[in-house]
């Protein structure tokens, strides 16, 4: 189970931090496992909380499949304005105690952080276009500096087709090292689609990922999320 022990310094101008936090649901079922998250995370005093340390929003995904048993996995994505209120925030005796009732110990958590070099492709969806879907992509890469231009360019050459077939984001993260650490070398991709079809068919296409052999040292992790069915607490 990775855990976030350490503190950070960050320049203090405005940014955002990415959350990731991905893991087995500890219920026995997907819905079971909803009224556990709503519990520790939906109520005011949670969601109010929350946003005092600095996070933005809080969204959830499951797989696209259906689980083999149980209830499956859980991905939760979250926008921070505060790396320290975010430190903070999970330091809390009381939240720690509500991720164990919503994740087994396989949880993993893990905060990254964007470069201005970095492509950043965000459009809203149109009217009626109401589903949600993501798509990650995570693994190590040869520097950061390639990484940088080796998305530009991905993102320049497919950024019309991938709208069409239902991107409505796609960001680019590196993972946040420790203080005295160097940068860190693993960086995640984030897509956001409005369409299940569009996204398979970009993802099944070799030429979308032809630049990952300049980008990643290792095959990435890939997978792909869509919003569960029920109300789940979000914001």
Known sequence: MTTLPFKLSVDPAPTQFLLTVRGSLAASTRDAGRLAHNQVAGSDEAVAM????GDLS???YVPTDAPAAGAGELLI??????????????????????GKLVFKADRENIIWQSTPGL????LP???????RYVGLAQGPIKSREAAEKVLSEMMRKAANT???KGLMSREWFFRMSRPGEKPSLEAIGVDVWFDAAGMQEVYAD??????????FTARPATSAWQKPSGAWVEW
Do not use: C
Request: glycine share 10%; net charge negative; charged share 20%.
């Open 77 to 98: 994505i979250d926008y921070w304005n505060s790396v320290e209120g975010l430190m903070t925030f999970f330091t809390n005796e009381q939240v720690q105690t509500g």
């Open 125 to 131: 969806a149109p009217m009626g276009k109401n589903e």
């Open 58 to 60: 809080h969204a959830v």
């Open 119 to 122: 492509p950043d492709f965000n």
């Open 206 to 215: 070799p030429d979308e990922f032809a630049g990952f052999g300049d980008l």
């Open 162 to 164: 991938n709208r069409a």
């Open 50 to 53: 929350a946003r005092s340390f």
